[in-house]
């Protein structure tokens, strides 16, 4: 399990951090969302958030998730470009998926751009696998690959797929 590294922490997220939230979506993602789908999401049940702040006490990393029956769905995640590679978004990653492991989910969920190799291999390396593909899912056309984290089955090594 990922820790989170020292001199970050990582807490639940609130309707203070939206703002933060907001200008790192749209530093990060081509159709960010707007402020107001976090705002809306932090006020509801059945949500797991987590920001994580660095060092200068700003939000550089967040995951935002919630409840389908049972499956936890990974709506977005993201780690501000000046602080990747440091193992932020391994560890809000080990964070959902404890979460989901003390709700009893079956697995985890998420959808990615397959042009987003570096998230995706992220994902096959932590032991998600694609089991599926929806076409045109982003606004500009992009299909987006289904990947799933099955916790009813041991883990299996990391596979390489045709992401495509």
Not at 73 to 89: I, M, N, Y
Request: glycine content about 8%; hydrophobic content about 45%.
């Amino acid at each position: 399990m990922a820790a989170v590294p020292a001199g970050y922490l990582s807490r639940q997220a609130t309707t203070a951090d939206i703002p933060a939230v907001a200008r790192l979506e749209a530093d990060v993602f081509v159709d960010p969302w707007p402020s107001h789908l976090y705002l809306q999401e932090v006020e509801q049940p059945l949500r797991f958030q987590r920001v994580i702040v660095g060092p200068n006490g700003g939000v550089v990393a967040y995951l935002f998730a919630c409840w389908q029956v049972d499956e936890l769905h990974v709506l977005k995640v993201a780690t501000h470009p000046l602080f990747e590679g440091r193992g932020l978004g391994s560890a809000l990653m080990a964070e959902a998926r404890e979460e989901a492991v003390r709700g009893r989910a079956r697995g985890l969920f998420l959808e990615v751009r397959p042009s987003n190799r570096r998230a995706v291999k992220l994902y096959l390396h932590i032991g998600y696998r694609i089991i599926g593909r929806r076409p045109g899912y982003y606004t500009n056309g992009e299909d987006a690959l289904v990947m799933f984290y099955d916790l009813t089955r041991p883990a299996t090594a990391p596979t390489e797929p045709c992401i495509g």
